[in-house]
């Protein structure tokens, strides 16, 4: 009996052992913890799926269509594209934007930047130059369209200044070459300050036993900051270029006000997203518009990665 009984404890033994064990279970207050997320989570979900993966979706939808608003939808499969493609004010208009960017993003990226540097310096009254270049930023920008526009007119205070100084002020916003580097001025002004900001705080969060162990070792300021300083800005000027590229590849407002939405003079100032609104809203043709908006999004998004490869490098050290 001894032995029957020992034979039988270590058989349960062995069973015991070889019985695989199971997970623990979610508790009541862990399941209410993660029914919880989801809850706050699911409005964040259901407001980028309706305004931003919809809407694309959406449109690469309507893009193979051919529809007026007023007419039945026809399917045209890649029609709206081919013949987009053929359209010369579309290559006007994706001259302009490239330009703008090109133009706009690495100077208003440097004035940023140079803004930041003096400001985080030990000056008098610098919390009042802060806010005084910061403030066109949230100005409203139809505002400040219309402000640029009365002091760019042929009589408004740019010419009257030259006037003055006995030069002859042009049409700013008549000529199909100054009007749109006027909206580039203007851009530029506005958006300085805000980029300033977050250059501030980029400059802030540099570890200041860096900077003095380059002064230590006899380092000028401006070694210190061309080897210290601009490479441990990296993040921060990604972040900057990449919002300027896509903001500027989208300005629609300023080109609409000054243009009352055509685009002139003689196309100067039609922008891609301009000429996505004149399809939809003035011409009726939506397929052209939704086509239009799938072929600048990959680019938008092929210039994003291009950033992405050229200055998304982790910091070192």
């Known amino acids: 009996m001894k032995i029957s009984t020992q034979t039988a404890s270590t058989g349960r033994g062995r069973e015991a052992i070889s019985r695989p064990r199971r997970g623990p279970s979610l508790s009541g207050r862990r399941r209410q913890d993660l029914i919880a997320g989801y809850a706050f989570t699911m409005p964040g979900v259901l407001i980028l799926f309706v305004f931003s993966l919809g809407p694309a979706l959406a449109a690469f939808y309507l893009s193979l269509f051919s529809w007026t608003l007023l007419n039945h939808m026809h399917y045209v499969g890649f029609a709206n594209f081919w013949g987009l ?27 940023a930047l140079a803004l930041a540097v003096i400001l985080n310096q030990n000056l008098p009254a610098r919390g009042f130059f802060r806010l005084a270049f910061y403030f066109p930023s949230i100005s409203s920008s139809a505002v400040i369209t219309l402000i640029f526009m009365w002091m760019f007119n042929q009589l408004g205070l740019f010419n009257s200044f030259l006037n003055w100084l006995g030069l002859p002020g042009p049409d700013w916003l008549g000529s199909p070459h100054f ?11 506005t958006t300085a300050g805000s980029l300033m900001i977050i250059f501030l705080a980029g400059l802030q969060g540099i570890p200041v036993n860096l900077l003095e162990a380059a002064a230590c070792d006899g380092a000028t300021p401006w070694k210190t900051f061309r080897h210290v300083t601009l490479p441990l800005l990296r993040t921060t000027t990604f972040f900057i270029v990449v919002m300027g590229i896509i903001g ?24 891609v997203v301009l000429l996505i609104y004149n399809f939809i809203f003035a011409y009726g043709n939506v397929g052209y518009g939704a086509a239009a908006t799938v072929l600048w999004f990959l680019f938008i998004l092929g210039a994003t990665l291009a950033t992405n490869k050229w200055l998304g490098k982790p910091i070192e050290y």
Do not use: C, E, K
Request: without cysteine.
């Open 179 to 189: 009007a749109l580097p006027t909206i580039m001025i203007m851009n530029i002004w």
């Open 85 to 111: 493609l053929h359209y010369p004010v579309f290559w006007i208009a994706v001259r302009n934007s490239m330009g703008f960017a090109l133009v706009v993003v690495p100077i208003q990226t440097a004035v």
């Open 248 to 271: 500027t590849l989208q300005m629609f407002d300023q080109s609409f006000i000054i243009s009352g939405g055509s685009g002139g003079p003689l196309h100067a100032t039609t922008t």
